[in-house]
């Protein structure tokens, strides 16, 4: 039957039935012994191993750049949300809270100023967690401000922690003067709009560095865009691209 259908003899092996593995008695007898599975299946271990080795050594190099982009994100929504409180605050007119001195309400007044405090301390949290220079640095205007201001903000009922977070309290702050608190929080040239600003300079520059920066550290202690610039290559660099890979090891 094998001579007469060769197709048969090259699936069996190269050359036809002749060349195949049952040509061999000795094969055969490895086949029957069950020496053939036993090889198969340490092979099936080696290259899982391999794989899994693999594997481990590329979540290595991935995790940090998830940690750091991760940071980031988490900077330009703190930002965001501080820019949000902020605005309630520095709105002027008639509708916003210090456009009517005889309506003051030093409770909804108290309420925007708390939202404003909880989301710029949220803030400084997370920009101490990124390792992000240029974010860092963007930072550093607003808490820079905030030492600046820090007699100005007490005499409010807010207090500037020794870890540069802010304190309110709130008897304090509802016997302050509605002039004082007003030059603080409302309008152009106010502390809560200069906060502002850097806050949306902070979330712009988290924006950007998603898309293009991010950044974390070889073994050999060099560092390494994990997402951004073109490589020179024909691809964008960084840790995902072959270059950033072959730079770790």
Same mark, same amino acid.
């Given at each position: 039957?094998?001579?007469?259908? *060769?197709? %048969? /003899?090259? %699936?069996?092996? @190269? $050359?036809? @039935?002749?060349?195949? %593995? ?13 020496? @053939? *599975? ?9 290259? /899982? ?6 594997? =481990?050594?590329?979540?290595?190099? &991935? ?35 210090? $456009?009517? &001195? ?37 930072? *550093? ?6 030492? %600046? ?40 040239? =106010? ?29 050999? $202690? ?28």
């Amino acid at each position: 039957m094998f001579r007469t259908n *060769s197709n %048969i /003899g090259a %699936i069996l092996g @190269y $050359g036809g @039935y002749a060349n195949s %593995i049952f040509n061999s008695y000795s094969q055969l007898s490895s086949i029957r012994s069950n020496a @053939y *599975s036993k090889l198969a299946k340490a092979y099936s271990r080696t290259s /899982g191993n391999n794989q899994l080795q693999n594997m =481990s050594a590329y979540n290595r190099l &991935k995790t940090p750049a998830n940690n750091a982009q991760t940071a980031i994100r988490t900077v330009g929504n703190e930002a965001a949300e501080l820019t949000s409180s902020a605005k309630v605050l520095t709105d002027t007119g008639k509708n916003s809270l210090f $456009g009517n &001195k005889d309506a003051y309400d030093a409770d909804k007044t108290y309420k925007a100023v708390s939202d404003f405090v909880s989301n710029y301390n949220d803030t400084v949290t997370a920009l101490s967690k990124t390792d992000n220079a240029n974010i860092r640095t963007t930072g *550093s205007s607003m808490t820079r401000m905030t030492g %600046i201001m820090k007699n100005s903000l007490s005499a409010a009922g807010i207090n500037v922690g020794v870890d540069g977070k802010l304190s309110i309290d709130e008897e304090a702050f509802k016997k302050a003067d509605m002039n004082t608190v007003k030059s603080l929080f409302n309008g152009n040239g =106010s502390y809560a709009q200069i906060v502002s600003s850097s806050a949306a300079r902070v979330q712009l520059s988290a924006n950007t560095q998603q898309l293009y920066g991010g950044s974390v550290y070889g073994s050999n $202690g060099s560092y390494y865009n994990a997402f951004g610039g073109f490589d020179g290559y024909g691809g964008y660099g960084g840790l995902y691209s072959g270059y950033g890979f072959n730079s770790f090891f």
